[in-house]
Structures are given as structure tokens and as C-alpha cells.
């Protein structure tokens, strides 16, 4: 049966880990979904797949392009869908234009929005209320990069007490779930105990209640991970050295036989 909103905050409720991933394409979605994952983000962080520097310049275009194609690979997990940087932040109207695009062009089940300032709230409320799920994320949130940098939050106690306010601001504005991403992990255990709602981390340790990583990172294709990644595997070593092989079979006749 395909994992539902309703199912994570369940989840929650059971103490059942909740695992997710990003994918950025067809093969990939169709081999996290066989394998058994809950949730599968395609994410801004993508961006970087396509060989920019940040998340910062990738489009709403691009995302439902490669949101489409996920979804193709998708029929189990729950499939949420980024909202690219200045896609949302400038109105509501422009916020319920670019998640209803989402949702009516690739068939994903809900959107994710950083932030949790006063602004970013009335917005999460105002899509909830039109019928488009919202995932939040707080803490680090890569779209601010040349705001916060990318070292982590939550560090001093007004840090602290802040995003815990956003956090329960979110919930309380309709979101079923929170990307806490890059905090201390007590600060992650307080945000997960005081919602009801589904808290998925991202380097803030290990009591939310589940994870998400970049999955290039976790299947060592990315040139620079991040320090609270894991990698599984080094595929791109592994590629790397397969295309060298080939490269020598066809240079020296070896391939074809």
C-alpha cells in the first residue's frame, strides 16, 4: 500500500523509524522504492547534481522535471517535492501557484517549504487549507546560504528557543511533518518530543523520528559530502574505475571480442 501523510504521523505514534531519501530521476526513485524507502524527497539539493554550486539557482522548471520522473519509479513511498528557491517566499498567491504546479504536473503528494518565520507560516497554513500537504524545515536551510552559511544551528539558547517556536508554529499551520537539519541533538529530541507531528533529521542526531540523506552522499557520488553524512558505498570510485577498464579493453582491442 503507498505510505500516506496520515501513515507518518502514525508512525510517530507507533515509535516506527521513519526512512527517507532523495532521488533526481527514474532508476534511482525505482530502486529506493523497491528497496523499501518511506519517503522520497526530490530535493533542491539536486541542484548540485546538475552541477551547481548551490541549491540557489535551480528552477521550479527543472524540479518538475525531474519530479515527473521519480514519480514514474515511485508506487510505494511518499513522494515530496521541494519548492525551489524564490518560488514561494515572494506572495501567497505565488506560494499556492508553484505547490499547486506541483501537485497537478507530477502527481507528488506534497510539497516541502523552508523556514519558520511569521511570513512562512501564513503561507504553510494557506496551502494546507487549499489541500496541499507541507512538509517544514527548519534549522540549517541551504535556500538561506549566504544568510547563515551552512554551519549548524541551534547553537545558543535564542537559537535554540527560536527554532523550537518555528517548529511548533509549522504543526500548528497544518504541516505533517519537519526536516530538522543540522542541529544539536538535544535540541532535535525537545522539537520531537513537544510536536506530534513526524520530525525527520538530517545531521541532529539520533532521537527524531526518522532520517533523510542526500543519496548521492550515501552512495558516494558526491564530490563533497557533508560531515553528517554516511557514505554506503563509493560508487564513484567504483564507476570511475569500471570506465577505466573499458577505456583500456577498447583502446587495445580487448572489447568488442
Not at 46 to 60: D, F
Not at 67 to 78: D, Q, W
Not at 82 to 98: C, G, I, N, R, V
Not at 216 to 221: E, F, P, Q, T, Y
Request: contains cysteine.
Amino acid at each position: 500500500m503507498p505510505v500516506t501523510t496520515q501513515q507518518l504521523i502514525q508512525w510517530k505514534q507507533q515509535k516506527r523509524s521513519i526512512v527517507a531519501l532523495t532521488a533526481w530521476d527514474y532508476a534511482i526513485a525505482q530502486i529506493l522504492d523497491v528497496a523499501g524507502v518511506d519517503l522520497i524527497l526530490v530535493g533542491d539539493s539536486m541542484a548540485v547534481v546538475l552541477g551547481y554550486e548551490t541549491t540557489l539557482p535551480i528552477s521550479l522548471e527543472e524540479m518538475l522535471f525531474h519530479a515527473k520522473a521519480v514519480r514514474r519509479g515511485v508506487k510505494r513511498a511518499l513522494m515530496v517535492v521541494d519548492l525551489p528557491f524564490m518560488t514561494y517566499q515572494e506572495s501567497l498567491e505565488q506560494a499556492m501557484h508553484s505547490a499547486g504546479r506541483v501537485l497537478k504536473e507530477t502527481g507528488a503528494q506534497a510539497v516541502k517549504l523552508e523556514g519558520g518565520y511569521p511570513a512562512m507560516i501564513e503561507t504553510v497554513a494557506r496551502l494546507v487549507q487549499a489541500g496541499i500537504p507541507v512538509m517544514g524545515h527548519v534549522g540549517l536551510t541551504p535556500q538561506s546560504i549566504h544568510q547563515i552559511g551552512l554551519r549548524q544551528q541551534g547553537k545558543t539558547e535564542e537559537g535554540l528557543e527560536r527554532i523550537l517556536q518555528q517548529a511548533i508554529a509549522l504543526e500548528q499551520a497544518g504541516a505533517f511533518s519537519i526536516v530538522l537539519e543540522h542541529l544539536p541533538a538535544a535540541l532535535a529530541l525537545n522539537i520531537t518530543q513537544k510536536t506530534s507531528i513526524p520530525t525527520i533529521g538530517i545531521g541532529a542526531g539520533p532521537h527524531c523520528d526518522g532520517q533523510i540523506l542526500v543519496t548521492s552522499d550515501v552512495l558516494g557520488l558526491s564530490e563533497k559530502p557533508p560531515p553528517f553524512a554516511k557514505i554506503y558505498t563509493n560508487l564513484r570510485s567504483n564507476i570511475t574505475q569500471a570506465v577505466q577498464n573499458y577505456i583500456i579493453d577498447v583502446q587495445e582491442g580487448k572489447f568488442p571480442e
